[in-house]
């Protein structure tokens, strides 16, 4: 019998990779070759619509009744104001269309709706985004979508992350996570970027490229002393405290600095060379999204780490579109993870003593 799973992981990867090579043609197209001015969003929203679209609908095709839980809803591209808005409706329309009916690869299911000649009508594609609009919930089959995670590292050309999972009754089951610009082997920088990380719960976790190739397991290597030891923390201080996890850092002896790294590349980067993702909530209120943690957290597990709240507690992707009542996130190997949960508690008890 074939292995559970098969089918969905495929599926994703198909959708991760033709999003990850749209993204990174509108960086080359939009970001890097047009001048922007400094606020200027419109290349990320451009990606974040159209990548979501051509996800969407392979997965729909794919699995025709499961449930997406998608980032982005396409309500303002449905009645554009002015030209400018019509004009990046139509940018996106194209864009998944290109991305949707490009060559089929080895992998690729022309029953997906992808391959030449599978163009989408301007409103099957809002129709698409707009699938993604499910609440979530604690049973059934539902796919997480976070089209382009990590905005800002895509717009300085940095770290993001294609991202995408499958969660059946509130556990994760498969995950995938595309990184166009995370180095293929951090030990041979000159083998270029561009890598995908992928997980079915219980089969292990495999690093390859983008178009499938060079598949290996991935492992998180043991912690042998505090000196081999680093905190994995966002780039953007209001998404994680930064000052936080500096206090932790001190209480655990670690000597390196920590890597700060845009998106959930930072869980791929952990699966295969080791550190602690470490995400404390910078002030009351802001909810995880299910988007952010579900495929990193079983790229983690499969790994052979642990992830958790700071409490300890895992993390419950079944409350709905946020991780509801989890505190923070924290992800590391299973040799290191009773001494993090220390250390935060500990910081935590000193930041309440100096308030
Ligand atoms: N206040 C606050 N607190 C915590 N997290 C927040 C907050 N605001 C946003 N976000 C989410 O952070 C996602 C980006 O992930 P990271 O913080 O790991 O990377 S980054 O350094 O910010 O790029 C980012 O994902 P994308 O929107 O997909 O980029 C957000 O969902
Ligand atoms: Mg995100
Ligand atoms: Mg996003
Ligand atoms: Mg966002």
Redesign the pocket.
Known sequence: MSQPYVTEEQAAMTAVRRASQLASSVFNKLVKAETLTKDDKSPVTIA?FAAQAVISTILHNAFPTDLIVG?EDASELRSPNNAEEREMRERIISLANEALTSELMLGDNPTWGIGPGTAKSDSEILDAIDRGNYQGGSQGRMWTI?????????LRGD??AVCVSLIVDAQVHVGVLGCPNLQKNPEHPEEGNGCMFVAIRGQGTRQMTLSGSNPTFVKIPPTNSPESLFLL????P???SHSFNSTVSNLLKITQPSV?????A?YGSLARSGGIYM?M???AG?K??I??HAPGSIIIEEAGGVVSDSRGEPLNFGLGRTLGDNFGVIACGKDTHSGVLTAVQQALQEEKSKA
Not at 146 to 154: E, N, Q
Not at 260 to 264: F, I
């Open positions: 974040d980032e976070d089209p382009i995670d990590g905005t800002k590292g895509f770290q993001y923390e966002s780039v953007d209001s998404h994680s700060r790294m845009d998106s959930q930072k995400r909530p910078t002030g802001y995880e999204k988007w952010d």
